[in-house]
Nanobody
């Protein structure tokens, strides 16, 4: 079974950057399609970005051009680089892959 542990969230101001990490164990991350989702209080879960096993990436329109998903296969870690953060990016961010989901890391962006 795949285990996923996110880190890197925090409280930042609008315009700042954060890099989220998702440590993968139980399976080699390079063989997995993995993604990031987010959920704000009172809102539906929202797709953020995904990366296929071959390295192709796809983004939600709301984050395209600001967020970058990547993976380090040697470290078995998934990343989400978030630039030009906006208050509407405030949410619990979690990674998914191999049928599993992490507990999430909170990102709060103040205006």
């Amino acid at each position: 079974q795949v285990q996923l542990v996110e880190s890197g969230g925090g409280l930042v101001q609008a315009g700042d950057s954060l890099r989220l990490s998702c440590a993968v164990s139980g399976r080699t991350s390079s063989s997995l399609a993995m993604g990031w989702f987010r959920q704000a209080p009172g809102k539906e879960r929202e797709f953020v970005a995904t990366i296929t096993w071959s390295g192709s990436t796809f983004y939600a329109n709301s984050v395209k051009g600001r967020f970058t998903i990547s993976r380090d296969n040697d470290k078995n870690t998934l990343y989400l680089q978030m630039n030009s953060l906006k208050p509407e990016d405030t949410a619990l961010y979690y990674c998914t892959g191999g049928g599993s989901r992490g507990q999430g890391t909170q990102v709060t962006v103040s205006s």
